[in-house]
């Protein structure tokens, strides 16, 4: 009679809390042949031959059971054909399937690089979830599932606040630090990075998101300093005129069509007229955007309508790349200081929306803000604006 069992570390060898083999224990004729699996875990995480507890367990699992399989193929095999079991002989064939399972298996980097084209996301998202990948493959050790851990997390997180920030202009001069990457730029990251582990869980692929252990420890920096354009500078945008038709024209057409609807990159290249509708000679519209599928409000003033008729009532079609470098051309034809980019005119439209007296909750409401917290970092702007024209009005004043 032959029985076939999983057991755990049967000498005993291993420490408190480490790691030890997984074996099979073969017995046949009342004789147990141990034979180990190749596969390490502790020994809370085997329970009733099955893992258990561990980010990778689906994938180890899926191992054991091939590895097992095979050695009692192995062991049959002596029996049916009157031979003596050979342990060594049985792991060495076991070992030898066991690595071309895993030089075939499919790495979480490849998994997760075939798992975006077939997700329902915009073409923006999906850009932003491949520079996840590059990122963790630049890592190299958030590569394979059994690399999955909250320790491998904050390396991850430690590395990210590191790494320099790509010059796109290639334009920085001798002796200049590089920056660093963002706080907001590391968030979307780890928020990338955790959606696509949340697919796996879904799948089947690991039995929970490391991610879900520290809740809030990858926290979202708000920018203090936020950039917005001056009521000088948003004149001299407008009243630059290039020649009709080429592309300055259409770019500062469409950041003129930002700065008067507070729309992003995104929501402004799928507006569609046809999805507004007249309402006392206003042009209205309660849409979600794209990105974040949030409710806004959105009405169109003459600056954006006028806009619109310049092009049939459309938005002028502008690839993102170019948008910006063309927008950094006219901030120098101009002599902005301020660095122009498409998210500028949102950041303008909140800021100067405020300024002229609407409330933030309805200023929150037109950007299709999360919440209002989101859109109190605009008024903290005008709070400091206010401020230090009390520190001018005190020197003036005061002057002896």
């Known amino acids: 009679m032959i029985t076939s069992h999983i057991v755990w570390d049967h000498r005993g060898r291993t420490k408190p809390g480490d790691e030890g083999p997984i074996e099979v224990r073969v017995t046949y004729n009342r004789k147990p042949y141990y034979i180990n699996t190749n596969i390490k875990v502790r020994g809370r995480e085997l329970r009733d031959g099955e893992i ?29 054909h009157g031979l003596a079991i050979d342990v060594s002989e049985i792991r060495r064939q076991a070992y030898s399937i066991e ?26 998202t999906r850009r932003r979830y491949a520079v996840t990948i590059r990122r963790l493959k630049q890592f190299g050790r958030l590569c394979a599932w059994q690399d999955l851990s909250v320790e491998r997390l904050y390396e991850f997180d430690a590395w990210l606040h590191a790494i320099d920030k790509p010059q796109s202009n290639g334009d920085m001069q001798a002796g200049e630090e590089p920056k660093k990457i963002g706080d907001s730029a590391v968030y979307n990251y780890h928020r990338t990075f955790r959606s696509l582990l949340s697919r796996a869980v879904k799948v089947g692929k690991i039995e929970s998101n490391p991610y879900d252990r ?14 917005y354009l001056s ?16 592309q300055p024209a259409m770019v500062r057409d469409l950041f003129v069509f930002q700065l008067y609807t507070g729309l992003s990159y995104s929501d402004a290249q799928a507006f ?41 009532w459309q938005v002028p079609k502008v690839n993102n790349v170019q948008y910006n470098e063309t927008l950094k051309m006219i901030q120098h034809a101009l002599g902005i200081k301020t660095r122009l980019h498409s998210h500028l005119a949102r950041h303008t439209f909140a800021t100067r929306a405020l300024a002229a007296g609407a409330k933030i909750e309805n200023v929150s409401k037109m950007l299709g803000h999360t919440n209002i917290t989101q859109t109190q970092k605009y008024a903290k702007v005008l709070a400091k604006s206010v401020h230090d024209e ?10 002896k």
């Open 52 to 80: 258990v507890g561990r980010q990778d367990a689906a994938v180890l699992q899926e191992r054991l059971d091939i590895v097992v399989q095979r050695i009692l193929r192995g062991v049959n095999r002596c029996i049916k």
């Open 99 to 124: 690595q071309e399972e895993q030089v075939s298996a499919t790495s979480m980097i490849e998994w997760l690089e075939e798992q975006v084209p077939q997700l329902p996301i915009s073409s923006g």
């Open 214 to 227: 520290v809740r809030g420890e990858f926290r979202k920096g708000i920018k203090e300093n936020v950039e």
């Open 231 to 246: 009521e000088e500078e948003v004149s001299a945008i407008e009243s630059l005129h290039p020649l009709p038709g080429t």
């Open 272 to 312: 569609d007229i046809a999805e507004y509708r007249q309402v006392e000679g206003t042009w209205r519209h309660v849409g979600t955007r794209i990105k974040t599928g949030v409710p806004f409000v959105s009405q169109l003033l003459p600056q954006a309508v006028e806009v619109l008729k310049r092009y049939g």
């Open 390 to 399: 009390y520190a001018n009005l005190n020197e003036k004043w005061n002057k």
